[in-house]
């Protein structure tokens, strides 16, 4: 890229004429800017085929290239006395009248401050008469911890063998990572029970007896439904990705369907990092008087992730070019996000065979596999997680360096629009709590452009152009971010 000619924005270069005439293009930027025809673009968007698909939303109704920036080494105590940041707080957790065993917890897992959400939502959170709460903050920044001190500070310890607190999550994985947090941050509480309700962890006929429940919908409905589960003294009702919970036609019914049968006074929580309009809606009639905190769009992406992207030959080529990128993928852990089941297993047998090692997840493996083989990816015995949008929310892997994009996230009927959430989410595995990465999107073809450059309006990003030509430079780029192992402060712009 220092040699190439810095090229105006994507949205200045696929709206203006191209101020030359040019020869036939080198790439689908090039293409794309020079026809400048949305038509064009909406004819290829009726060509996907039909497959396997996780994760998939259904629908309810200043971009531009900049060079790489050299490596900055901040400490977190730095980004967290930054106004700006989104994990700057002028309190301590003390200050926000959490309790004593609670706090242990907090400090046990190295927590020194609360993040900005924290800060602002505790206080609400904690307060008497328990009100409900619709909270955003961007992927990364500790919405777990201040629904999970919310929740044990709710509980009533006098009853243990009785359920008070359901916190819903759209996959088992991330319903077990949360089960997780409430286990490190409550291990000072005494008498806490946990219990997770994911398919194949409650067996048939037994009965739920812990106060804290995390699961899914569908298996929590089940439960339900068989009496397995008493919900009839729920203090508080906790939706992580919210906005996908209710979004998602059957998730959205499920959820629904759990809330009639819980008390009416139950305090309804509702987190995650995007809540679209549409979906705003839904969210305050489903918590009603709520306390919220949203965010501005272009106060949505996180700083630390270096968002960049390549222009491949083909969507065949793709495989090539990821190839490439391999031994940059496993300085960290990486995670590649494809849109089927079927190219998930597609380009792991491929790489395997290459030589390469990578793992690959989605919702076509059974429920333990799934388990044991994020662990291993959490462990960092496997580096390169292959997997599909099933995994794209929520998942907490501090070592994720790098996130590809292999397929744009699209969403609606035969994928004819962007699916902005997802890529933000999807991006969000990297870049934890203050923590750098690199999120590579993979474009090809005039959809797979136009989707990138839609998204990238949308949140006013700016997006850095890997050339696949160059592939020293390439790494130099990639690699001086990952390196360095904070986000630059002043690069912030939340
Ligand atoms: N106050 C804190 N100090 C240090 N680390 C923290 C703090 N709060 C949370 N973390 C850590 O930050 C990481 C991200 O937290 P968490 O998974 O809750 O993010 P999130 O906001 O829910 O993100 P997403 O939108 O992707 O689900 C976790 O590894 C968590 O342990």
Same mark, same amino acid.
């Given at each position: 890229m220092s040699d190439a000619p810095k090229p105006a924005s994507l949205a200045d270069r696929i709206t203006q004429p191209a101020a030359a005439p040019t020869t036939s293009p080198a790439t689908w930027d090039e293409e794309v800017s020079s026809a400048a025809d949305p038509a064009a673009a909406k004819d290829d968007s009726a060509t996907a085929d039909q497959g396997q698909v996780d994760g998939q939303v259904e629908p309810l109704g200043g971009s531009g290239l900049h060079e790489a920036t050299e490596e900055v080494e901040v400490k977190l105590s730095d980004l967290q006395s930054d &106004?700006?940041?989104?994990?700057?707080?002028?309190?301590?957790f003390e200050e926000l009248g959490i309790n004593e065993q609670i706090l242990k917890g907090i400090y046990s897992m190295n927590f020194k401050k609360p993040s900005k959400i924290q800060e602002r939502a505790l206080p609400l959170l904690l307060s008497d008469p328990p009100r409900n709460m619709i909270a955003q903050s961007q992927s990364g920044t500790g919405k777990t911890a201040a629904f999970v001190i919310t929740i044990l500070s709710r509980l009533?310890?006098?009853?243990?063998?009785?359920?008070q607190a359901l916190c819903l999550a759209p996959s088992r994985e991330l319903a077990r990572q949360i089960e997780g947090v409430v286990r490190s941050i409550g291990? =000072?509480?005494?008498?806490l029970t946990i219990q997770a309700a994911v398919p194949g962890a409650v067996e048939r006929?037994?009965?739920?007896?812990?106060m804290v429940v995390v699961g899914t919908p569908g298996t929590v409905m089940d439960l339900l439904k068989r009496r397995q =589960?008493?919900?009839?003294?729920?203090k508080v009702l906790c939706l992580d990705e919210a906005d996908n919970m209710l979004d998602q036609q059957g998730l959205g019914d499920q959820c629904l369907r759990v809330k009639q049968l819980i008390p009416g006074q139950t305090q309804i929580l509702l987190f995650s990092a995007t809540f679209p309009d549409m979906v705003m809606r839904y969210a305050e009639q489903f918590s009603p008087n709520a306390n919220q905190i949203k965010l501005k769009r272009d106060e949505?992406?996180?700083?630390?992730i270096k968002q960049m992207y390549m222009d491949c030959p083909s969507d065949d080529g793709k495989y090539d070019i990821l190839a490439n990128l391999y031994g940059l993928m496993t300085i960290g852990s990486s995670i590649i996000f494809v849109k089927r089941r079927e190219t998930a297993d597609k380009i792991a047998a491929r790489l395997i065979q290459d030589g390469h090692q990578v793992v690959a997840v989605h919702g076509a493996f059974e429920g333990s596999e799934r388990d044991s083989i994020l662990e291993r990816f959490r462990l960092g015995q496997a580096k390169v997680l292959i997997t599909t949008?099933?995994?794209?929310?929520?998942?907490?892997?501090?070592?994720?360096s790098m996130v590809i994009n292999y397929d744009i996230p699209m969403k609606g009927?035969?994928?004819?629009?962007?699916d902005a959430e997802t890529y933000l989410h999807r991006i969000g595995? &990297?870049?934890? =709590?203050?923590r750098v990465g690199v999120s590579i999107s993979f474009v090809f073809d005039r959809k797979s452009f136009v989707g990138l450059q839609t998204i990238a309006e949308h949140y006013g990003i700016d997006l850095i152009r890997l050339d696949t030509d160059d592939w020293d430079n390439t790494e130099s780029v990639v690699k001086n971010v990952i390196k360095s192992s904070r986000a630059p402060i002043n690069m912030t712009n939340n």
């Open positions: &106004t700006a940041n989104p994990l700057y707080s002028a309190q301590s009533d310890y006098s009853k243990p063998n009785q359920p291990q =000072f509480v005494d008498g006929g037994a009965r739920l007896q812990a =589960f008493d919900a009839s003294q729920m949505l992406t996180v700083s630390g949008n099933v995994l794209a929310r929520g998942i907490d892997v501090q070592s994720v009927r035969s994928d004819s629009e962007p595995r &990297t870049g934890r =709590f203050g």
